[in-house]
């Protein structure tokens, strides 16, 4: 039996569109690490890092968001379905550590 949940031990086949749509944004933060490297490489003023730095943390943020609505959409929703309630517990715990 295949498992869809997305903890470490676990894995998740992610639709084409859903896919997509968390690369292209994991790509985008990248860029902006990799600018915010090259600003660090070019002594740039503090304060103009420090406002790259925290549009990074908003669009990792944005990500996580996307990514548990999609989690709780399919893997919570299908395990508490099949009554796996050991499914919520988990979720709990991985809020109270993204809320850290």
């Known amino acids: 039996m295949e498992n869809n949940c997305c903890c470490t031990h ?8 859903e896919y997509k749509k968390l690369i292209n ?4 933060i990248e860029g902006q690490i990799r600018g915010i ?9 503090c304060t103009d890092i420090l406002i790259q730095v925290a549009a990074v943390n908003a669009a990792l943020n ?9 989690h709780i959409r399919t893997c919570v929703a299908n395990d508490i379905r099949e009554g796996k309630d050991e499914t919520i517990d988990e979720l709990v715990n991985t809020l109270q550590k993204l809320m850290k």
């Open 10 to 17: 676990k894995t998740k086949k992610r639709d084409s569109d």
């Open 25 to 28: 944004r994991l790509s985008r």
């Open 37 to 45: 490297k090259g600003m660090v490489e070019k002594d740039a003023y």
């Open 62 to 70: 944005s990500f996580n968001k996307e990514l548990l609505a999609n």
